[in-house]
């Protein structure tokens, strides 16, 4: 089985195109969706985090409420690399496992895992090749803008908080554009396609 990492930028397309690599045929799970998961009240990992960062992030509920959780951790790099330590072990756990259950069912699939900070996190070394998804900062902005409610400053502090995309393509195997139609991201992903399914 084929093992791929997909990354890139907030608001760069990743779900956009991990849904036309499903559409292909390909496995795929989404970090975002562990995460989520492992937050949840009742999970070991929710309880760190909550003795970590204390009672104030906490909503009526007792879910953790992610956007204070967010404010927090974007504006402090000590903050963010805790709240790292505390989940990335948990959902790297989750992602190898899922992995192990693909490769049994499917042996000479593709499996694609989804992570925005895989390379950040080294991860990205866990798999035959890395995906990076693209597109020029302004239209990050303008995608977070329309889809987040966040402030100008919210904006520009997530995503300096990210290692810049030039950067991050050092890294890939394969780019994927998304700054232009759906159709032309597509055509890439339909090419890239092609490549994996001959190495797997």
């Given at each position: ?20 690599f499903v559409a292909l045929g390909c496995h795929l799970i989404d970090s975002?969706?562990i995460t989520h998961e492992l937050l949840q009240p009742g999970q070991p ?19 953790i409420d992610r956007k204070l959780l967010g404010e927090i951790v974007f ?126």
């Amino acid at each position: 089985m084929l093992r791929v990492g997909l990354t890139g930028g907030i608001a760069t397309g990743k779900s956009t195109v991990g849904r036309m690599f499903v559409a292909l045929g390909c496995h795929l799970i989404d970090s975002d969706h562990i995460t989520h998961e492992l937050l949840q009240p009742g999970q070991p990992v929710h309880r760190a985090v909550v003795q970590a960062f204390g009672e104030r992030i906490l909503a009526a509920d007792q879910t953790i409420d992610r956007k204070l959780l967010g404010e927090i951790v974007f504006n402090d790099p000590e903050s963010r690399a805790t709240l790292n330590s505390l989940v990335h072990p948990a959902v790297i756990q989750h992602q190898q496992s899922w992995l192990r259950e693909v490769e049994v069912q499917d042996r000479r699939g593709i499996a694609i895992v989804d992570a925005a900070l895989m390379i950040e996190a080294g991860t990205y070394k866990n798999y035959d090749k890395l995906i990076v998804v693209t597109c020029p900062t302004e239209q990050q902005k303008r995608r977070l803008r329309l889809r987040s409610g966040l402030s100008e400053e919210q904006i520009e502090t997530r995503i300096r908080s990210q290692m810049p995309i030039e950067e991050k393509t050092k890294y890939a195997d394969f780019v994927i554009d998304n700054s232009g139609s759906l159709e032309n991201t597509r055509h890439q992903v339909e090419r890239v396609y092609e490549e994996l399914r001959k190495l797997s």
